[in-house]
């Protein structure tokens, strides 16, 4: 069918109905709620079964495995418009190096082991398998269906490997899933050892949580109307800025291609780049102040739910089929390389609330950014540990870090520098590890132990105060006292 307005529109009401249709469903299943399944997730599935890999009854175009690849550039766009917050790499590295250190290691660890895997597994059991396989897990599973939608896209229009953006879906379905069945399955686990200090038994979020319906006494504005509506509807203003600077990145991406053929860049890393510009030309002419980072924030969240639908309604099956064997493979080693950073390297160099952190960690490399932030919330309901603020500032860093290695890898590959990138990306994390091992200390014992700064929020646990020899008992609310 030939691509037109009427078809982009037909494609976006269809995922829009999936979307829908799915959000119903989370509020009435069960499993869904229990288990915290993303509606965009349940919508990209039910795409995959109404699409024409099984039944064949939702007219979605060929065109929808296109479209995540382009959202991704909008969400890359957003990052940086409306940030004023300034952050000196020093102050970050002393108040929150331990985080910066496990967080990056571990969304660098997977490339590394990805491409070495596929490397060996092309030079031994699957000759014909490309070399760029484990690329693509370590894109789904630390970037999710975005990134891997991104990173397929470079393959596909770098290197003409059509099968890839479709490989990297799978890839991010798996990992999601795996962030949400086996997260949960890691809190049974830390409460049964002792591991978390802010609960006992995993019962549950709250309702609202579950549901993802927040009641109307709860319910806060997405945004604030930092223009007047008799001059441009507040929406379509922070619009304007987004899409102009994602356009100026496809235009100065064209312009590129067009000087040096031969040289390809991700759209997404230019456009990270336009958003940034775009930010300091709001600043020179003094309207960064009527720019809502808060709606600029929601625009890219609400672009991520129809990358997600989309991204898992493109797969194909057929391709999934045919790459099944180190498909499994590779995503068993990703998926180990996040249990190694959450049972190991957190334990070992997390000051405090090492299983709390490094939940998150688990879910941000193995899902999304929201998967970390559910399991965190599971083992902290209350927000008792200052996780997410050491992760907030963290991240600006972090984010840096990735948006790198998701824009350079690509081209390392597609110039014939795989293995160059497979050695950095394996020596440099580990390298960070043992430099934080060395600043932060390498911690010992089970992971059962006090740490300093949990004494007054721990619950219930007899443990040992690490660097003590004193005996307590810590109850919720009180101060350690000894026995």
Known sequence: MEFSATTLFYDFAIMSALLFIANILRTKLKFLQNWYIPSSLVAGIL??????????????????????????SVLFGTLLIGRRQKTKFKETIKSVGDTFAVTTSGIMIQWGVGIAASLILAATIFPDLNPGFGMLMA????GGHGTAAAVGAALSDGCGWTSATSIGQTFATIGLLDGIFIGI?????????????????????????????????????IGKATVNSISIDPLAWHL???????????????????IWPSFSVPTYGIALICGWLMNKLLQAVKLDHYVDQQLITRIGSCVTDYLV???????????????????????????????????????????NYWFERGIYV???????????????????????????EDVGVAGIFTTFVDMFQVSMIPIMFMSGQLIPAMVIWLIVPLAIVAVSAGIY????????????????????????????KSPVVVVKGTSAEEL
Request: aromatic share 8%; glycine share 10%.
């Open 139 to 142: 894109s789904g599973f630390e």
């Open 441 to 468: 200390k390498w911690k010992k014992g089970t992971g059962a132990e006090l740490r300093p700064g949990e004494e007054d929020s721990a619950v219930n646990y007899e443990g040992i105060l690490e660097g003590t």
């Open 47 to 72: 795409g995959v079964i109404g699409g024409k890999y099984f039944m064949n009854i939702l007219p979605l175009s060929s065109s929808i495995s296109v479209y995540p690849s382009i959202m991704i």
């Open 185 to 221: 399955l890691l809190i049974n686990i830390g409460t049964r050892k002792k591991w978390t200090r802010l609960i006992k038994e995993v019962s549950g979020l709250s309702q609202e949580m579950k549901t993802g319906l927040v009641e109307e006494e709860n319910q806060k504005p």
């Open 240 to 258: 304007c800025i987004i899409l102009t600077a994602v356009g100026g990145a496809y235009l100065l991406n064209n312009v590129l291609k067009s």
């Open 362 to 388: 688990f879910g941000m490399c193995t899902g999304v950014m929201a998967i970390g932030v559910i399991l965190y919330r599971i083992s902290d309901p209350d927000y008792k540990a200052p996780v997410l």
């Open 309 to 351: 639908g989309f991204g898992v309604a493109s797969i194909n099956i057929s391709v999934v089929i045919s790459y099944a064997v180190p498909l499994i493979i590779i995503s068993l080693l990703g998926l180990a390389c996040c249990l190694i950073w959450l049972l190991f390297v957190s334990r070992r160099i997390f000051h």
